[in-house]
């Protein structure tokens, strides 16, 4: 009605008008200038756009968009603070609780994860996520047991959530209960054939109860579904070097290096793999590699692969 009795009557719309069809403009501009950006993968700029928006106006889908934002730039503290402040405004806070538990897990902050997590089953006594990242809390803080009896109750709650039962086969091969374990693992892969998390912990437990040729295939097969998943060829190589199978086992690091060359392991691997065979320049060279991608292992291994000595020990390098 002020529109069109301002239309007829000649009269403007007031400063305060104005200034309010300013800042839905702007703040329009801002929002959806922020969404684009972020599907774009420009998070910086769509970090500056929600920002400027959310003082014009508080908008939630802003909010939950800027947390995003926040953790892929890596601003985890920025994400937590947003993500703790959204969990006192909204009226059902439970989404939030669990992005922030998430969040504390990138973090490794299992206190503050369980204690998110805690207050989202308070909110909501049935949601099969909370108790999930529950468990995981527990076990980041070493409650092996409680963690399976909360991760229990999320697989209860929701039979086909693989992410629980993987969790909870992590733990309990942790534990040396590999029977119940591959339980799990048989249940994930009868739903995603191709999970390769499930593939890569099922070949770890063959590898373990020295089932080798089981857990060979297992990480055959993960090279075969993902052949750029270098776990695959790091786990494969290892289990080829308790064997002595040590040129496959090299062969496949430089398969692993190829696909990065920048990983610190697979040079780690394949120094060792090579000094077991008698390469011991090799060896050496591999582990000089290995300390200029990761110069924090200079102290662990001390020259040294597995508590084998490469040479005489006359520096860090035993060169």
Known sequence: MGFFKSFFSGEKDTPEMEKQKNDQKNFDLFKYDGIRALRMGRVPFAIKCFTEALKIQDDAEIRNNLVQAYIQSGNLDEARQLLEQMTTLEENPTASLLSLASVCYMQEDYLAMADAAQKAIAAENENATAYYLLGKA???Q?????????????????????EARLKRAEVLTK???YTEALEDIDSILSQIPDAENALLLCGKIKEATKQLDAAENCFKRMAEINPFNEQAYLCLGQLYISQNRLTEA???????????????????????????????????????????????EINAFNGQFNNQTIGRQTDVLGL
Do not use: C, V, W
């Open 250 to 296: 090299i062969d496949l690091f430089d398969e692993a290096i190829e696909l990065n060359p920048n990983s610190a392991k697979a040079y780690h691997e394949r120094g060792h793999a090579k000094l077991l065979n008698g390469d011991k320049e090799g060896a050496a060279e591999d582990l000089k590699k290995e300390l200029e991608l990761n110069p924090e």
């Open 138 to 140: 527990l076990d980041g």
């Open 175 to 177: 534990m040396h209960q």
């Open 142 to 162: 070493g409650d092996s047991l409680m963690s399976i009896a909360h991760l229990t109750k999320a697989i209860a709650l929701k039979e086909d959530f693989t």
